[in-house]
């Protein structure tokens, strides 16, 4: 359950209105609830708790391969490959 003020929208009203609805859940950081047929299909977010949200599935994966006993470093090499695609030299 959300904790915070959410607005539902049905499918033909959002259709109609997305500018309107992605505006305002930029500006208020409030998500919006687009329903067909009375049931949740999407939940526009904020870019910045989009943001917010990748960091914590990533903290959680992390804190998941630490419980499991896996190294979470990587070489700069391979740091290098995964974000350039290519070695540092």
Known sequence: MW???EITYAI???RARLGVIAREVSATREPAVIADHG???AM???PADAAELDEM???AAYRERRARGE???VSREEAFRRILG???A
Do not use: G, K
Request: charged share 25%.
């Open 3 to 5: 904790t915070c003020r």
């Open 86 to 88: 290519d070695d540092p």
């Open 39 to 41: 049931n949740i299909i």
């Open 12 to 14: 033909v009203e959002a």
């Open 57 to 59: 599935r990533a903290l």
């Open 71 to 73: 190294s979470a470093a």
């Open 44 to 46: 526009p977010v904020s």
